[in-house]
DNA sequence: TACTATTACATAGTTAGCTATGCAATGTTA
DNA sequence: TAACATTGCATAGCTAACTATGTAATAGTA
């Protein structure tokens, strides 16, 4: 009944450590693209787009890990922010083409050292060879996870 | 420019993964605690009244990681949902002591075992050397990360 | 004792995730 | 070709995190 005891269950909890790494994480972004004028929830999106532009909403989800809806939104957050323009698909009027802006297109290379920058720091206390079993584990458990979501 | 590398790439950024683990696990849970009548975010505020019933917010505040607005919500919400109940502090009429109602002291057992079920699951292709390494390092990155945030 | 500062908590407003559902356009088929 | 099914995207409504700010009540002090 100590408090060390409970201290020690929260630290020793996969899913508690995990989830407070990644709100400790998305903050620290949060600051250091803040000057850039993006969040963090427009990362993903911004490093598709930077890959290959013009794409429909759709082929952007295929290349991320949220749901429609949520893209749906974040589009229209970033359109908001002068990020991205939303042009009539040329052959299907139900969907729309993304194209990033000269603004979207012109932070690349500062938002992509941020991430990298902040990575590096956070796992400054980790050698190399822990940092590659750190992924491979994380890896690992996403795997697993996936499988747990539908039944393994 | 081929797409693996995009793929190689997030698959290395500790940031994505973590993100990724995190909302991945926050689904199992809301799925796997639904029929006990509470959500994921309810969860860390059930474990420390389960530890100690009649607490301040102030109080309960100190425990968890979270900020003071955010819990603020979550009470409400869990007083929404009948799992607390606020009453008048006997010296303090700023304060409230908050305790579990029945509800709220009656699911403990299946919600602890629930949450450690998981971890066991999410986990179960690591070994008992991988998982130690695994928390061990998650432990060290979340200490990198808040030295991090406050300058150093 | 009357100001002033601090404290405890609540509220407002934002991001970002989720599911469920709506709607218009496109495709399919009887 | 008219009816129906599917698709692409948007919207509504929720949780849960954040910062900033408001509001009483309490505490401290000139």
Redesign the pocket.
């Known amino acids: 009944m100590l408090s060390w005891i409970m201290e020690f269950d929260r630290m020793n909890s996969a899913g508690y450590l995990v989830?407070n790494m990644a709100?400790l994480l998305v903050?620290v972004l949060?600051k250091r693209i803040a000057p850039l004028g993006i969040?963090?929830?427009?990362f993903?999106a911004l490093l598709a787009l930077w890959e290959k532009d013009g794409l429909?909403?759709?082929e952007l989800?295929a290349m991320l890990?949220?749901?429609?809806?949520?893209l749906?939104?974040?589009?229209?957050?970033m359109e908001r922010d002068g990020l991205i323009a939303?042009k009539e698909?040329p052959?299907?009027?139900?969907?729309?083409t993304i194209h990033l802006t000269e603004k979207g297109r012109s932070i690349r290379e500062s938002a992509y050292q941020t991430a990298m920058q902040i990575n590096e720091e956070v796992l400054a206390d980790l050698s190399v060879e822990e940092t590659r079993a750190f992924l491979g584990y994380m890896r690992r458990v996403i795997g697993r996870i996936k499988e747990v979501e539908h039944g393994s």
């Open positions: 989830n709100r903050e949060r969040v963090p929830g427009q993903p429909t909403q759709k989800l890990d949220i749901e429609q809806a949520t749906a939104n974040t589009l229209t957050r939303r698909h052959a299907d009027a139900r969907a729309r």
